[in-house]
C-alpha cells in the first residue's frame, strides 16, 4: 500500500519565517504534488515534480518554491510565510506522468501563520 | 485555464435519501477521477472513468462519465452516516502533456442526518 508521509500535522509559524514542509513516499512513484486546501477552494495545485529536480508551477505558485533533491522526498518552501498562506496543505504522487493514474495523498499539514 | 466546477457545494441529506453531485469541466479531459474526504481525513481516490459515457458501480455508489467526456456524476442510493464526507472530482485536461497533473473541482460537502 502506498505511504505518503508528511512531517508534521500541525505547524504554527510567524509572518516572515521560513517554513519548510517536508513530503516522503516509498512507492517510488515518478509524480508529486504540493495542494492547498482551503473552504469553498477545494484544492488548488501549487507545484508538481514529475521527476528528479524537475519542478513546475501549478495555479498559484505565488509566494512558494519547492525542491525535490531525491525521488522520494518533495519539500514545499514558504520563504516569508504571511498570513493568507495560512492553510490545509497536502501533498500527493502518482505513479505515471500520462494523469491516468490516481493521486495518493498524506494526512496533510494545517499550517496557521499568525 | 482548465476549470472544473462541481455542484452543489452542500447537500443535507436524511439517512435513506439519495444523493447526486455533478462534475463540469471547461474542456475535455482524459479520464475523471471521483475522491472522498472524510472529515478530519484527507481525499481518498474512489475510481477513474476513461470511456465516453462510461458507468461504473460501486455498491450503492453510481459513476458516470458524460458524451462528451466534459461531465461526470456521483449518485449514492440510500446514503447512511458512513457516507459523510466531502467528494472531489478531478480530471487532466486531454491532448498535450499533463505530468500527471490534476485540476479537481471545488468538492460537495455531504451531511447526512439519521
Known amino acids: 500500500d502506498v505511504k505518503v508521509t508528511q512531517s508534521s500535522r500541525y505547524l504554527v509559524k510567524r509572518t516572515g519565517e521560513k517554513v519548510f514542509l517536508e513530503c516522503v513516499q516509498d512507492m517510488d512513484h515518478e509524480n508529486m504534488f504540493w495542494y492547498r486546501q482551503d473552504p469553498g477552494l477545494g484544492l488548488r495545485l501549487i507545484y508538481f515534480s514529475y521527476d528528479v529536480k524537475m519542478k513546475e508551477k501549478g495555479d498559484i505558485p505565488e509566494g512558494y518554491s519547492v525542491s525535490r533533491e531525491k525521488k522520494e522526498r518533495f519539500s514545499l518552501i514558504l520563504e516569508s510565510a504571511s498570513t493568507n498562506q495560512t492553510s490545509m496543505y497536502l501533498c500527493?504522487?502518482?505513479?505515471?506522468?500520462?494523469?491516468?493514474?490516481?493521486?495518493?495523498f498524506g494526512n496533510g499539514t494545517r499550517l496557521t501563520v499568525t | 485555464g482548465q476549470q472544473v466546477m462541481q455542484i452543489p457545494q452542500y447537500q443535507h441529506v436524511q439517512e435513506g435519501e439519495d444523493f447526486t453531485t455533478y462534475c463540469n469541466s471547461s474542456t475535455t479531459l482524459s479520464n475523471i477521477q471521483w475522491y472522498k474526504q472524510r472529515p478530519g481525513g484527507h481525499p481518498v481516490f474512489l475510481i477513474q472513468?476513461?470511456?465516453?459515457?462510461e458507468v461504473k458501480k460501486q455498491k450503492r455508489l453510481t459513476f458516470q462519465f458524460g458524451e462528451a467526456k466534459k461531465n461526470s456524476s456521483l449518485h449514492i442510493t440510500a446514503t447512511q452516516t458512513t457516507d459523510v464526507g466531502t467528494y472531489f472530482c478531478a480530471g487532466p485536461a486531454a491532448g498535450g502533456t499533463s505530468y500527471g497533473k490534476l485540476t479537481f473541482g471545488q468538492g460537495t460537502i455531504l451531511t447526512v442526518h439519521p
Open positions: 472513468l476513461v470511456k465516453s459515457g
Open positions: 500527493a504522487s502518482s505513479l505515471s506522468v500520462d494523469g491516468g493514474s490516481p493521486l495518493h
